[in-house]
């Protein structure tokens, strides 16, 4: 069994910086790249970055460009998400998944942690 374990959320204000962590455990598999994601209440779960596992390239949405940077380990058994400048808009549940090598879509999720951020 795989696990996707994230931490580091909080509650910050505006302005402030956060640093998630993701770690994987279990059954090694492959992936083709990790990202993170977030959901907002009353709203639908959005991509906020991911890292192609094969070239280390890292993609963001719009929202969190220049202030949002995607990091791994060297091992492959953590990702990161460093959030700077943070905004109420930002508030939000924030998950880890990754894309297994096979899969369609990102297929494992972890529980997320919850961000917050007071204006």
């Known amino acids: 069994q795989v696990r996707l374990v994230e931490s580091g959320g909080g509650e910050v204000q505006s302005g402030a910086s956060l640093r998630l962590s993701c770690t994987v455990s279990?059954?090694?598999?492959?992936?083709?790249?990790m990202g993170w994601f977030r959901q907002a209440p009353g709203k639908e779960r959005e991509f906020v970055a991911s890292?192609?596992?094969?070239?280390?390239?890292?993609y963001y949405a719009d929202s969190v460009k220049g202030r949002f940077t995607v990091s791994r380990d060297k091992l492959g058994k953590s990702v990161y998400l460093q959030m700077n400048d943070l905004k109420p808009e930002d508030t939000a549940v924030y998950y880890c998944?990754?894309?297994?090598?096979?899969?369609?879509?990102?297929?494992?999720w972890g529980q997320g942690t919850q961000v917050t951020v007071s204006s």
């Open positions: 998944s990754a894309h297994r090598v096979g899969a369609d879509a990102y297929d494992l």
């Open positions: 279990g059954r090694p598999f492959s992936a083709y790249a």
């Open positions: 890292k192609r596992w094969s070239n280390g390239d890292s």
